[in-house]
């Protein structure tokens, strides 16, 4: 099973920035697909944005324009780069390896959106 290790999460005023990062481990990130997915207090964990082992990307429609996910295979790391934060993006954001092989959660990182 990949391990994920999110990081780079914490608290940003309302039209700010934040690059989330997921290290992986594991021979296999090269061809896997990834995801970041969020959940607010509250509500269902709900997909953000996916990267195939090809570089192909889908947003949700509430990200899209104002959210990237990248991958850099020699480092084993999946990004999240937010802009234009808004308080409605506050949620904990998990990374998630989808396949090959059985899918797999980290432990989640903190983002608050608040002035």
């Known amino acids: 099973q990949v391990r994920l290790v999110e990081s780079g999460g914490g608290l940003v005023q309302p039209g700010g920035s934040l690059r989330l990062s997921c290290a992986a481990s594991g021979s296999i990130f090269k061809v896997s697909t990834m995801a970041w997915y969020c959940q607010a207090l509250g509500k269902q964990r709900e997909l953000v944005a996916l990267?195939?082992?090809?570089?192909?990307?889908n947003y949700a429609d509430s990200v899209r324009g104002r959210v990237t996910i990248s991958r850099d295979n020699a480092k084993n790391t999946v990004y999240l780069q937010m802009n234009r934060l808004k308080p409605e993006d506050t949620a904990v954001y998990y990374c998630r390896h989808l396949f090959p092989g059985p899918s797999s959660w980290g432990q989640g990182t903190q983002v608050t959106v608040s002035s």
């Open positions: 990267i195939s082992a090809d570089g192909n990307t």
